[in-house]
């Protein structure tokens, strides 16, 4: 079933530079957003392997790795490097007016 | 935080991590107990619950393949076998998980060429 | 009598299966605890496991020159013609 949208004001456009990222609390969920080359992802910041905070990791490009056991996923789908099936739930990105707005309720999102 | 409620939480992490690949904890309740509480047990002397049955070496990039569960970084030999090394997961299919023999990396190898 | 030697981890369940395994038969065995062993044995037993081709999983048996990565009690038997 297709949720309504939900879209949350994150940061302001000039909060982040390119290959920063900085984990925020929106509506109680532990959401991660970064900037890579002008775009903005944000994803859960929760690691699925052992929910270990991503924003302590290090980001490379699309890929940020696990400060925790190096487990490396891809920002853009949350798809976990060495398993495709173990994501991480990301969330879409709007950006309206220099801010940035995460839409919540995307589809596999989870908290 | 005690034992028995840490195995707990690794059990509720580890089930998410594993189902999406095909796997589950095996049926065998008393391994399983067994071998959650050795992870728990190396968790609190090195910092991360290591595989019980695999041996580290002290780098890095090699150890941290055998955070359990290490499926993702051994999918095809685990996936022949239909267990993890240790035995502590299974497909999810596996109903008597004894009939299944531990097969050497090497054996394994062998047979696929 | 073939001589056994077998590396273990202390906390591997198939590795006291193992031990008990040849115990059940009377078959004296030595075995080192590799997660328990000092730097030196650890490097030693690495460099033996390299030798044959193997991962460090465990338990790691010697059968004389044979060697049976995994518990495996029917390979074990007719190593030793039991
Ligand atoms: S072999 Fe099994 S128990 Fe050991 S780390 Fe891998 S998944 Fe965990
Ligand atoms: S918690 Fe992220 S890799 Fe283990």
Redesign the pocket.
Known sequence: MKQEDNWIFALKTDDLGNGEKKPLLLENNKVLVLRIDGDFFAMSNK?P????PLSKGTLEQYVIK?P????RFDVREGKFLDAEEIRVPIYETKVMEESVFVNLNMEGAGK | MDNEKRKGQLRTMFSKVVDPLGYKFSPDEELVDFLLEQEVNIEKEKGSPFCPCQGLTGEREHDMKL?CPCIPFHREHYDAMRRCWCGLYVHKDVKDPDSLPQISLKEFLEAKK | MKKVVMYTLSTCPWCMRAKKFFREHDIPFEYTDYDKADDNTKKAIREDCLAHKSEMSFPFVKIDDDVVVGYNPDKYAKLLGL
């Open positions: 690691c392997h052992m929910e270990c696990c925790c056991h190096d487990w | 955070v």
